[in-house]
């Protein structure tokens, strides 16, 4: 089967940092996204590694490892305005036609 | 900046009825989705579409549902015998190119069954 797991819940101050855990297990493994989801809103995107390695795009940053099926989020300098849920999504299928396998979802709570 | 467009926002329907979501992707995209989310739980895949025809669909995926680019902008969603089961939030989703890193989501549907 194809699964992914990440931490439901995460509570951090204004002005940390804060990382968000992703292990997938799934089959045609092209790449892992990050979305950003507020309540009620559309996924928003966020990140994608298709390689190893770090991915910096201003405050948040992105890692994959595929030989440990294993990637994070990393969110720098909290803002009130981060807390949102996060969902983690591999692109996979037998054929690359682009279908997102997503996660349950970490729910961050940025406190003042 | 472009955006995935979709309607209505919310439908509510009678178990049994027929309903259909809309969607018009982002003009010079390829490759077209549809997700779907329950309340309180994950973005479920639903279907991905090119070249007018189905290029993967999911499990959930039945026979009830079915999708359809009718002409040069719109796609949309079909459900032919609604259950309340499929009481969720409706996500169209379109990327330039299969596999592309970034697939941008419309605002959603969110569809009652009663």
């Known amino acids: 089967g194809q699964s992914l797991e990440q931490p439901s819940e995460v509570t951090a101050v204004e002005g940390a940092i804060v990382q968000i855990n992703c292990t997938y297990q799934?089959?045609?493994?092209?790449?892992l996204s990050w979305y950003q989801q507020h309540d009620g809103g559309a996924p928003t995107f966020l990140s994608y590694?298709?390689?190893?390695g770090l991915e910096e795009t201003g405050r948040f940053s992105s890692f994959l490892s595929r030989s440990d099926s294993y990637g994070y989020l990393l969110l720098q300098e909290l803002q009130m305005k981060d807390s949102a849920s996060y969902f983690c999504a591999v692109t996979s299928g037998s054929g690359n036609t682009g279908k997102l396998i997503f996660g349950q979802g970490t729910t961050l709570q940025v406190k003042p | 900046e472009p955006e995935v467009t979709q309607t209505p926002s919310h439908q509510v329907t009678q178990m049994g009825q027929e309903v259909i979501l809309r969607c018009v992707p982002i003009?010079?995209?390829?490759?077209f989705y549809w997700y779907r989310q329950i309340l309180g739980q994950k973005v479920e895949f639903l279907v991905s579409?090119?070249?007018?025809?189905?290029?993967?669909k999911s499990e959930i995926f039945d026979d009830q549902f079915s999708v359809e680019r009718p002409d040069g902008s719109n796609f949309t969603l079909k459900i032919r015998s609604t259950k309340l089961e499929d009481s969720a939030m409706y996500f169209c989703?379109?990327?330039?190119?299969?596999?592309?890193?970034?697939?941008?989501f419309g605002p959603g549907t969110r569809l009652l069954v009663l």
């Open positions: 590694n298709a390689l190893d």
């Open positions: 003009s010079n995209h390829l490759y």
């Open positions: 579409f090119y070249n007018n025809e189905i290029s993967e």
């Open positions: 989703a379109s990327s330039l190119y299969s596999g592309e890193e970034t697939q941008y």
């Open positions: 799934t089959s045609g493994f092209y790449g």
